[in-house]
C-alpha cells in the first residue's frame, strides 16, 4: 500500500524503531496440502517466505524480530521435529538481530514445552513462555503464552492438562475436541487447538502494565491467539481472551495487540480503541508469493508495512 510510505513522508518523522513481524511459517519437508476447510498450504515454500523476510528486514535494518509462532507444521514427521525447528531457528538467526518467538499449538504438536523453550530462546521459570521486553525506553513488548492452559504441551498427567480437558469437556460435547460442531458464535472458540491465559500469568500481565504505566511506556501485546472477535475468527479466539482484555483495559498503556494463528489475518479497533493486528500466514502463500511485514513505531502510530498477502495497516493510537 503505498500510502503508507506516503504517510511517512507527509509527516516527516523517522520512526523510534522498525521491527519485523512473520506468523505461522509451520514448514515441513512433506508435500503441499490442505487445511480441514480446503486452503491450500505450501510447507516446503514457507522457509524460502522466511528466508526472503529475513533478507528484507535486514535490508531495513530492522531492531528485532517477532516470530508469532507455529514454526514448524503438526504434520511434519516426528523423528525430524527436532531438526525441522533447528533449521528453522537457524534462518531466523540469518537475521542481524534478536529475534523473540512465540510457541504456537503446531510446535506444541512437535515438542514438549521443555524441549521447545529452550531451543527458541524462550527464558522463563516452569516451563512458561510469557515474557516481556523494552527496546526502547518508550515502548515495553509483553509476549503472553497463549497455551499455559492447555491440553497439548505439558506431560500428559500435569495439572495444566487436566484443567484444560476438564474446561474442554464442560463446553464442547463434541467427541473430537477441535470439532466446533453445535458450538454457537463465541463458544465456537473452546477448541482444543486452542488455550488460555492462567492465574499467575494474568497477574504477571496485571504487574507488568502497571510497571510500564508509571513508567510511561506504550505497550505492544503480543500473543500467538487473537484477542479481539472483531479481528478473528470465532474459531481462533484464546479461550480467555475476554479475562485478558478486562486486565488490558484497565490501564491505558496498551496501544496495539498483535496475533497469528487466524490464517487469513485481520484488523479491528476495540471498543476502547486498541488495535488488534492477526497477521496472514506464511504457510499459505503460493509459491513465489510473500506474508510478512516491517512495523515502524512511532509514538503516535505503529505502521505496518506487508508484504505479499500481508496487508499495510496504519494503526493510529486514539488514547
Ligand atoms: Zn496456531
Not at 51 to 56: L, P, S
Not at 67 to 95: R, T
Request: proline share 5%; charged share 25%.
Amino acid at each position: 500500500m503505498g500510502s503508507v510510505n506516503g504517510l511517512i513522508n507527509a509527516q516527516g518523522k523517522q520512526p523510534l524503531l522498525s521491527f519485523g513481524v512473520i506468523s505461522d511459517v509451520q514448514y515441513a519437508d512433506i508435500p503441499d496440502g490442505r487445511s480441514f476447510l480446503g486452503v491450500p498450504r505450501y510447507y516446503r515454500h514457507s522457509i524460502l517466505v522466511l528466508q526472503r523476510a529475513v533478507k528484507k528486514w535486514n535490508c531495513q535494518k530492522a531492531k528485532f524480530v517477532m516470530n508469532f509462532g507455529d514454526i514448524i507444521d503438526g504434520f511434519c514427521p516426528k523423528d525430524q521435529s527436532l531438526d525441522a525447528v533447528m533449521k528453522m531457528v537457524k534462518e531466523f538467526d540469518n537475521f542481524n538481530g534478536p529475534v523473540y518467538h512465540m510457541i504456537g499449538n503446531h510446535c506444541l504438536y512437535n515438542l514438549p514445552r521443555e524441549k521447545l523453550l529452550p531451543l527458541l530462546r524462550i527464558h522463563s521459570h516452569d516451563g512458561h513462555a510469557y515474557y516481556d521486553f523494552s527496546p526502547i525506553p518508550e515502548y515495553r513488548f509483553v509476549i503472553l503464552d497463549a497455551y499455559d492452559i492447555s491440553a497439548i504441551g505439558w506431560p500428559k498427567d500435569h495439572p495444566k492438562t487436566m484443567k484444560a480437558l476438564k474446561f474442554l469437556s464442560e463446553k464442547n460435547p463434541n467427541s473430537d475436541k477441535n470439532s466446533p460442531d453445535g458450538l454457537v458464535d463465541l463458544d465456537r472458540r473452546f477448541l482444543m487447538f486452542n488455550g488460555a491465559v492462567g492465574k499467575e500469568q494474568l497477574e504477571w500481565l496485571d504487574h507488568v502494565l502497571l510497571e510500564a504505566t508509571r513508567s510511561n511506556q506504550k505497550v505492544v501485546v503480543c500473543c500467538h491467539l487473537p484477542l479481539d472477535p472483531g479481528a478473528s475468527s470465532r474459531e481462533a479466539l484464546l479461550w480467555n481472551y475476554d479475562e485478558v482484555m478486562n486486565v488490558i483495559h484497565r490501564s491505558d498503556c496498551v496501544k496495539v495487540c498483535l496475533a497469528g494463528h487466524d490464517h487469513k489475518g485481520g484488523h479491528s479497533v476495540d471498543a476502547h480503541g486498541i488495535h488488534h493486528r492477526v497477521f496472514e500466514a506464511a504457510l499459505e502463500c503460493p509459491p513465489g508469493t510473500d506474508a510478512f511485514g516491517c512495523i515502524d513505531v512511532f509514538d503516535d502510530r505503529l505502521l505496518l508495512s506487508g508484504s505479499g498477502r500481508m496487508k499495510s495497516t496504519e494503526m493510529i493510537f486514539s488514547r
